[in-house]
């Protein structure tokens, strides 16, 4: 096989179509952007092993892997005509641009909503793929390598589940959000490993859940909805693994470590709430500006609950570990999101609820396990 790899000096802008649905059939060309990165790894010796949360995770992150091949029903269909979202969800269905629209491009919209929300899981999932595979190299101790190690193949089979599920249902991608892209970049060129750690497990790790969980309440789609359902299964684990590791570690740094690891998760928990505001599609369907887009989307009640879903899953995980200090916490005041931090976090989330069988009857249709 002659393969061609096209190296781009940035993401594509336009929708990229997939293989086996209208374009580029029979092409074999890979379109590849290149990062560096100063990595700096450690061997680990003594490898040693501690009964602890972390090993324990990690013993439930091998047991409770599933197969997107085997173990989702990939033969759920889903009506052409129908919506993917409900209209009571869509921010701009009070609009006049949307309500001038044919009910067949008001049907177009919502497609290609689902087309941008599935396309960000995807890319997310590759970014937390490369993440947690540099994680192998550069975490400290064996048992977060061991963990990490557990976690990339998690992100692997995350990346392989919503490709497969985008082929099946549309067909095409949209590009990265240019903001979940800058913390990527960030969090892959940076070479202190504990700021890909913190970037990773709790703030993307952070936004995953919130994000799944959100999908699983509101899409029609029972196949994706299953999908989302172990999906998010993993991302608990993970996040789970960062808050257990990170509160023994955090006490180490100096104080002025730890400040700059506090502004790093500040200036990360800014740029994921710009990752949830999709303005590509309502630009292209209702004829307004990004602006207006933008300022609908942030009154927008659903939106609202959202935003409040993702901080309730990243705040309180933050304070757990050491990194909501006085010295910071104006700043996160100042975004608004401070008054999460008495949640609960996730670093006592009882071993027993990540336990539980991967399969039941409400994932399921099938009541055995395939
Ligand atoms: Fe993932
Ligand atoms: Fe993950």
Avoid at 5 to 15: A, Q
Avoid at 137 to 156: M, R
Avoid at 238 to 251: A, D, R, S
Wanted: overall charge negative.
């Amino acid at each position: 096989m002659n393969i061609e790899l096209i190296k781009i000096p940035e993401p594509p802008t336009d929708l990229l179509y997939l293989d086996n649905r209208r374009l580029r059939k029979n092409d074999e060309k890979y379109l590849i952007e290149s990062f560096e990165t100063p990595l700096i790894g450690y061997y680990n010796w003594d490898y040693r092993d501690t009964e602890n949360r972390i090993k324990k995770l990690y013993e439930l992150g091998k047991r409770l892997n599933w197969n997107a091949m085997l173990d989702v029903d990939w033969s759920i269909e889903f009506p052409e005509d129908q919506r993917y979202t409900n209209i009571d969800l869509n921010p701009f269905s009070e609009l006049p641009e949307y309500k001038q629209l044919t009910d067949s491009k008001k049907l177009e919209m919502d497609h290609e909503t689902l087309a941008w929300n599935a396309s960000q899981f995807l890319h997310g999932e590759q970014g937390a793929l490369l993440v947690s595979s540099q994680l192998v190299s550069c975490a400290p101790t064996h048992q977060a390598k061991l963990y990490a190690s557990s976690q990339a193949f998690d992100e692997g089979r995350h990346v392989e589940v919503f490709h497969k599920y985008i082929n099946k249902r549309v067909g095409y991608m949209y590009p990265i959000n240019p903001y979940l892209k800058i913390l990527l970049d960030k969090m892959l060129s940076d070479s202190r490993w504990d700021l890909k750690f913190i970037g990773m497990q709790l703030i993307v790790e952070g936004l995953a859940l919130a994000a799944f969980e959100s999908m699983i309440q509101s899409t029609n789609d029972p196949l994706l909805r299953e999908i989302c359902k172990l999906t998010k299964r993993d991302e608990a684990r993970h996040v789970t693994f960062g808050v257990n590791f990170l509160e023994e570690y955090i006490p180490l740094l100096s104080e002025e470590e730890v400040e700059e690891r506090a502004e790093f998760a500040l200036e990360a928990c800014k740029v994921m709430r710009e990752r949830l505001i999709n303005t590509a599609v309502p630009v292209k369907f209702l004829g307004i500006t990004e602006d207006k887009a933008r300022e609908i989307l942030l009154d927008d009640h659903v939106i609202g609950d959202f935003r409040k879903l993702l901080f309730s899953n990243i705040v309180p995980n933050l304070k757990r570990v050491g990194l909501l200090t006085e010295k910071i916490r104006p700043k996160f005041n100042e975004l608004g999101i401070l008054e999460y931090e008495d949640l609960p976090d996730s670093g006592l989330v009882s071993l027993e609820e990540l336990n539980k069988p991967l399969f039941d009857k409400t994932l399921n249709k099938n009541e055995e396990p395939r």
